[in-house]
């Protein structure tokens, strides 16, 4: 999903869907058009919400898998965050993304894709 075409690999899996440019275009079309069965990866926590809202599976690149409760809870500590910083608090970044969080993303998503073929 993006405001312009992409290089996808070919796969009857994988599409690409090109959508108009603007401030959450795209984060508006996976949340209208995502369904249950759909596993949406994604480190934007508002878009995880939405998602887990409709009742398909988000997860984010470090493998956490968003739930009801987590996902609600992440959405508060990012507007808590923001609102520190709108008011001229350093609050830092995310920690640097390495190979433990390549290998938990990986073991979170197979147990996903996993409990969907079964």
Same mark, same amino acid.
């Given at each position: 999903?993006?405001? %312009?075409?992409?290089? !996808?690999?070919k796969? $009857? +899996?994988?599409?690409?869907?090109?959508v #108009? #440019? =603007?401030?959450?275009?795209?984060?508006? +079309?996976?949340?209208?058009?995502?369904?249950?069965?759909?596993?949406?990866? !994604?480190?934007?926590?508002?878009?995880?919400?939405?998602?887990?809202?409709?009742?398909?599976?988000?997860?984010?690149?470090?493998?956490?898998?968003?739930?009801?409760?987590?996902? $609600?809870? %992440?959405?508060?500590?990012?507007?808590?965050?923001?609102?520190?910083?709108?008011m001229?608090?350093? !609050? =830092?970044?995310?920690?640097?993304?390495?190979?433990?969080?390549?290998?938990?993303?990986?073991?979170?998503?197979?147990?996903?894709? !996993?409990? %969907?073929?079964?």
């Amino acid at each position: 999903m993006a405001n %312009r075409p992409m290089a !996808t690999p070919k796969s $009857r +899996w994988i599409s690409s869907i090109v959508v #108009s #440019s =603007g401030q959450d275009v795209a984060d508006d +079309w996976i949340a209208e058009h995502v369904s249950p069965d759909d596993i949406v990866i !994604t480190a934007d926590i508002p878009l995880a919400a939405r998602v887990v809202e409709r009742g398909a599976t988000g997860i984010n690149p470090r493998g956490e898998v968003y739930t009801e409760s987590n996902v $609600r809870q %992440r959405l508060s500590v990012r507007d808590f965050m923001h609102d520190l910083r709108e008011m001229g608090v350093e !609050t =830092g970044g995310a920690a640097q993304f390495g190979s433990k969080d390549k290998q938990r993303f990986a073991n979170a998503l197979d147990r996903l894709l !996993t409990q %969907r073929l079964r």
